[in-house]
């Protein structure tokens, strides 16, 4: 670039930067930015006593997400047996179903959903309520919030906004910092009913009963394009760093790949058709509807859907890598004319620790289980349990900079978040929160 001097100047000067001091300088400016966020995060702790390593474990681990690479296996290093129900920390505040949850980066804030309409902004070390932005009655116009069930939170990657969907057909957009709605959009004709944003980035992608997906630039407060291709309403989604996310079709089976550059979709079929074996006899169990989702990194994912398996996917092969069947065990239905039935509990929930081999599921079944990636990448197999009372409607897995701990969010309520084809009784509408320790830290 050149710089010309002002007149006061008697002779012109031209300042040329090489290639390799702009390097550089991008570089000093990135350090920077990442000790700036950890004196942030660390509440003003002096810059000198920084723990170095601490930015270079950074460095690595952004170099390894860019690339999209699993490079954390750390399911075996948590001490999942010291977990008992006593132990997670319980949030109540909603009279309904708590549908979904959220937490910050620094695991510092967290937000739950609910189908009474309201919000609730929790303390997450306090378990006290810091806001709550609460839900109307139905068809009032020009209300601040939500006017029928919350389906839906997303929380951008720099904190500093809250996304929230629900059946009003309405995704909202939250300041964190402010507790007010900055931002409102009416595109869908449906249910907004699973919310993304991309990772590093304030990239928003909402999806929706009315089949479609559309994809958003909170910071301009801009819709940018709507996604077609699924042929029932889309049940989850899900995305990482790059500019491509994934979703569930419920029952269309699918599971897509969207490449948001490229224009383009990738197809994954569904309805897999599991066998257990019971009293020498082997019974089939045929998925009828994909409903949750989660990536593990930019080629693995996992799909969970009504009839109780679970699929391990690598987004360039068609067909799963393996499905595990019936993975939260077998309810008994009483039946008049049939006797009794047994169906499999629903995976009604997933989540996973990106960029590891790690993820959850959720169910009704008393637990929310914890599963691990075999290391070839071919199968999964559960390592834990968590008791969780309640259908569990919505988890998420984060581990927290900078303190490095490892939350895992649970919403539960009475209901399932869709409907009410199950309601128990003795039930607490709550968020829970426990936090997975590692066997290393405990020893030392």
């Known amino acids: 670039m050149n710089l010309i001097a002002s007149d006061e100047d008697s002779s012109e000067e031209e300042i040329e930067e090489t290639a390799a001091e702009k390097r550089v300088r991008l570089a000093k400016a990135y350090l920077t930015k990442i000790q700036e966020g950890v004196e942030d995060e660390l509440d003003g702790f002096d810059a000198a006593d920084l723990d170095r390593d601490l930015i270079a474990d950074r460095l690595k681990k952004d170099a390894d997400e860019i690339a999209g690479r699993l490079h954390r296996r750390v399911a075996d290093s948590f001490d999942y047996a010291a977990i008992e129900e006593s132990s997670l920390a319980t949030y109540r505040g909603h009279q309904l179903a708590v549908t979904a949850v959220a937490i910050t980066e620094n695991g510092s804030i967290l937000y739950s959903g609910s ?15 810091l806001h709550t932005f609460p839900g109307g009655r139905k068809g009032v116009k020009n209300f601040v919030g939500h006017t029928d069930h919350v389906l839906s939170l997303a929380i951008s990657s720099d904190n500093q906004y809250l996304a929230s969907g629900g059946k009003d057909k309405i995704l909202n957009i939250w300041s964190i910092k402010d507790n007010e709605r ?203 349990q968590i008791p969780v009372k309640g259908v569990v409607n919505s988890l998420q897995l984060k581990t927290v900079f900078p303190s490095n701990r490892t939350l895992l969010v649970i919403g539960v309520g009475q209901e399932l978040r869709m409907g009410r084809w199950v309601r ?21």
Request: with cysteine; charged share 25%.
């Open 115 to 129: 189908k009474d309409g309201s919000i609730i902004k929790w303390d997450v070390s306090t378990m006290k309520k």
């Open 182 to 384: 900055i931002s409102t959009f009416s595109h869908h004709k449906d249910a907004v009913s699973a919310l993304a944003f991309r990772k590093g980035s304030n990239q928003l992608y909402s999806a929706s009963f009315d089949r479609t997906i559309k994809v958003w630039n909170i910071d301009e407060r801009t819709y940018i394009e709507t996604l077609f291709g699924h042929q029932d309403q889309i049940t989850a989604i899900d995305t990482l760093g790059r500019e491509r996310c994934m979703s569930t079709g419920g029952r269309d089976k699918t599971a897509r790949l969207w490449k948001i550059v490229e224009e383009s979709q990738l197809v994954y079929r569904g309805g897999v058709t599991t066998k257990i074996t019971e009293n020498e006899k082997s019974i089939a169990y045929t998925e009828g509807s994909v409903d949750c989702l989660a990536q593990l990194d930019e080629d693995l994912f996992v799909t969970g859907g009504d009839s109780g398996a679970i699929s391990l996917w690598d987004i360039n092969r068609k067909k799963p890598i393996m499905s595990l069947p019936v993975c939260h065990g077998l309810q008994v239905v009483e039946s008049e004319s049939e006797g009794d039935i047994k169906t499999p509990y629903w995976i009604t929930a997933m989540a996973s620790l990106r960029y590891s081999d790690m993820f959850v599921s959720g169910s009704w079944d008393g637990f929310v289980r914890i599963w691990k990636l075999a290391s070839d990448n071919k199968s999964v197999k559960q390592v834990a």
């Open 424 to 444: 128990l009784k003795g039930v607490k509408n709550c968020t829970k929160v426990v936090e997975l320790k590692s066997i290393r830290a405990l020893s030392s």
